[in-house]
């Protein structure tokens, strides 16, 4: 129970970072503007559209008296717009973070300095970094999507259903939006998805203490846009303590794309890769 407080914690202490540092948090908002404006349009879009959508779906009831065809088309409407405003919520965290990857970098890295130690560089293309987080972010709501099927599934069990799978539900969200949130600093550290799986799971308490309050208020995507710098800098500050706690950076386990791609920036005295050094010109 204790992580949970101190997972909290980490949130808070990134708001007040952020707070402290109004010009990063003025920085850290325009991701998060741009993909609100995005998602606003779809769902313009999507008030014009769904109509024709459904009836293109549901030929059939052409013939259907009044007022079966109006009862069922309006139902399939109002499930068109619960599964674009479920999508909206599970996809806005890594949207705002691929359209804000260059973004939220420099904020992690800015976080990271005022802090102190090292700051860990990528060493990586601008275009290979949105790759690499692009193709993570799949993987990720891949594994969310699975979660929320099983979950829809139970959530038909009497009592159960209605109470307990709700709040599994919230868990899952949350623990992988923190995925999503420190992946920011731990890529910048040479860690692939694989390993901060592990790394996250050694502290789960921690990571939903920190994932599933910004679970609930990421519900409004409004809301989101305003604390997500704030996220970034508190989960850039967890996963500095994770990777402390776990032995420091890593590095023959480190990913592929991270070691390559430093590399190439970053030599040691012996010609053998370093990406973890930062620079010291």
Known sequence: ?????????????????????????GFGLLPGLVTLVLYVAAFVGLGYGADDLVGWATPFADDWSSPWQGLLRTT??????????????????????????????????QVDRTEGGEVPESGLPLWRELWI????????????????ALL?????????GQTVIPAIGFCVTGYFLAEELTAVALQRRGMELRKRLVLLRSRRALVLGFGVPLALVFLIPFVAVFLM????????????????????????????????????????????PNPYAPDRD
């Open 133 to 148: 987080s692009a193709r993570d972010s799949v993987r990720v709501l891949v594994r969310v999507g699975l979660y929320s």
């Open 76 to 109: 399939l409407t109002v499930l068109v717009f619960g599964l674009g405003l479920f999508l909206a919520v599970i996809t806005f965290t890594a949207v705002t973070l691929l359209v804000g990857q260059p973004f939220y970098e420099s904020l992690s890295e």
């Open 1 to 25: 129970m204790r992580d949970l407080g101190v997972g909290f914690g980490y949130l808070i202490k990134g708001q007040r970072w952020v707070g402290r540092h109004g010009r990063w948090f």
């Open 229 to 272: 710098p704030g996220a970034v800098a508190g989960a850039t500050l967890l996963a500095r303590d994770l990777v402390q706690a776990d032995g420091g950076a890593p590095d023959d386990t480190a990913g592929d794309d991270a070691a390559d791609g430093a590399g190439d920036r970053a030599r040691g005295g012996n010609g053998a």
């Open 152 to 160: 829809f599934a139970l959530g038909f069990v009497p009592v159960v």
